[in-house]
């Protein structure tokens, strides 16, 4: 008898049923992953947009600076910061977190910055506090890009924001937004396919429960 891939030995016929419904489903999903992933891509060129501004420090830069020579993708991340409380989101630092620690992998493709509007040395002491290396990080120098992307809504909120731009003969041009999605439960799950806590919260038997991510529990890497 071949050994099952799915179960360790002594599993029960009732487990073995479930887990084959369940790798069915999961191969449902990964079809519909991909699915979705094919109709992004075919989504048309968007606008030509503005030669946006940012710090990297006390250093200025533009948003057509961030395209390396021969990548002519960008990928930005806007992360949320409260100007009146002086306050970063403890979920969108999560995902730059994760964003860090594969953006070398990425920029094998793709340029990949996180941003946010923030003053530039309270972006750079919050990116050391939480150990970002790999990821460049940007404080925008106006708030333009946030109010022209949805990274800010008219109240002066922020609103953490995915966006893709492409650099062409004709300029950068826009290819896609997303924002994450707030149920009524409160929690914002509408970006999680790009930071990997919740899917191994998802492998659990308590799954996602009603955890938020924290800023207290994370400790410098200087500390």
């Avoid at 016929?13 to 699915?35: C, F, G, N, S």
């Avoid at 710090?55 to 993708?73: H, N, S, T």
């Avoid at 994450?180 to 990997?196: K, S, W």
Wanted: aromatic content about 10%; glycine content about 6%; proline content about 7%.
């Amino acid at each position: 008898m071949e050994p099952n891939l799915f179960a360790m030995p002594g599993a029960s016929d009732e487990y073995l049923v479930a887990r084959e419904k369940l790798m069915q489903a999961e191969l449902e999903l990964r079809a519909e992953v991909e699915r979705v992933a094919e109709l992004r891509r075919a989504l048309p060129v968007g606008p030509s947009v503005p030669d946006y501004v940012f710090f990297e420090g006390d250093k200025r830069v533009r948003l057509y600076d961030l395209f390396a020579e021969g990548k002519p993708y960008l990928i930005v991340f806007h992360f949320m910061y409260w100007q009146d409380d002086h306050e970063f989101c403890p979920m969108c630092s999560m995902w730059v977190d994760a964003w860090d620690g594969i953006a070398h992998h990425v920029e094998q493709r793709a340029n990949v910055v996180a941003a946010t509007l923030a003053p530039p040395d309270v972006v750079q002491a919050w990116a050391k506090h939480r150990g970002w290396r790999r990821i460049r990080v940007l404080a925008d120098a106006d708030a333009a890009f946030a109010r022209d992307t949805g990274a800010e809504d008219e109240k002066g909120d922020p609103q953490s924001t995915v966006l893709v731009f492409e650099k062409t003969a004709e300029g950068v041009r826009h290819l896609y937004t997303s924002h994450p999605e707030t149920p009524p439960e409160g929690l914002n799950r509408g970006l999680d396919q790009l930071c990997p806590t919740w899917h191994i919260f998802d492998l659990l038997p308590s799954g996602r429960g009603d955890w938020n991510a924290g800023n207290g529990y994370v400790e410098s890497p200087a500390s």
